[in-house]
């Protein structure tokens, strides 16, 4: 009976290990079924969020914090590199110091070379020009001198500031004696030109209209007298002079910011003042002997 009862027991419990490996082979996928499953899954993740390589992927850093310290660092930098290569913040415009009287028209003076006057010299050469051209026309005629006349600034619309000198509004022609005729070239510049010639200084007339041409204006220079030419000889000259004054003045400021800046030492100014001085002398002789010839040229007449 035993017996028995073993054998059942054995042949029921295979039976069920049978049924049972059944039961799982039915419910496990093939390996095809895996691998189709496995490609699918992987082509719609692909689908849904694609890949991002990894040194591509931002850095989240915390709000505050070292995360915030380290983005504001990194943002300097990056503003100061980009205002070193010039291509966002515009460098200052230099401009001369007033120290050092450096001019856009004039040489800049430099303290290494404290003897170099090119500065002074072309200053001077500049202030020199207007007085040397107004002694040249009194001693060619004064004011009966074409040039004089043809320089005179007349204003042809009272609306407009512009003006223009009269000799590209009219033509200067010299007559006999002392008379002068200006052709104007347009009808509407007779009287400004009229104008112009009766409240000016050195002329303070009015002219004549030629009866035969509507377009022509007679001039009569009265004879200047010895003493009215020298006057103005002397006036010219000593304007001249003030402004020979203004760039020494000018020159010597410079020096003594030198001096303050610790830029020259005591001997080194007092050597350039004194060659400087040279300097002016010179030029002041050479005003003395233009005003000599315009007196001289004035009592000739």
Known sequence: MRGTTTATLWRQGRALCELRGITQNAVRPTSAALRAAASSSSQSFAVAAPLRPFHTTPCRL?????????????????????????????????????????????????????????????????????????????????????????????????????????????????????TISLLVHEEASIKPIMSAIQASRDFNQQPQRDPDNELELVLKMELESREDVARRAKAVCHEWR??????????????????????????????ADTELDKVIKAKVAEIDAAEKEALKAAEGK
Request: no cysteine; charged share 35%; glycine share 10%.
């Open 62 to 178: 915390k709000k505050g914090g070292k995360g915030k310290h380290a983005e504001e660092r990194q943002s300097g930098k990056g503003s100061k590199s980009k205002s070193n290569d010039g291509s966002s913040a515009a460098a200052p415009a230099s401009t001369p110091s007033s120290s050092s009287g450096g001019s856009s028209q004039h040489p800049t003076p430099n303290p290494e070379e404290p003897l170099d006057f090119a500065d002074v010299q072309s200053r001077l050469a500049k202030a020199s020009e207007a007085p040397a051209e107004a002694l040249k026309k009194l001693k060619s005629g004064g004011r009966f001198n074409p040039d004089l006349i043809g320089s005179l600034r007349v204003q042809p619309d009272k609306k407009e500031a512009a003006t223009y000198p009269l000799r590209e509004l009219a033509q200067v022609v010299p007559k006999g004696g002392r």
């Open 242 to 271: 003030e402004k020979v004054r203004q760039v020494r003045q000018k020159r010597d400021k410079v020096h003594a910011a030198w001096k303050k800046d610790g830029l020259l030492l005591p001997d080194a100014k007092r050597k």
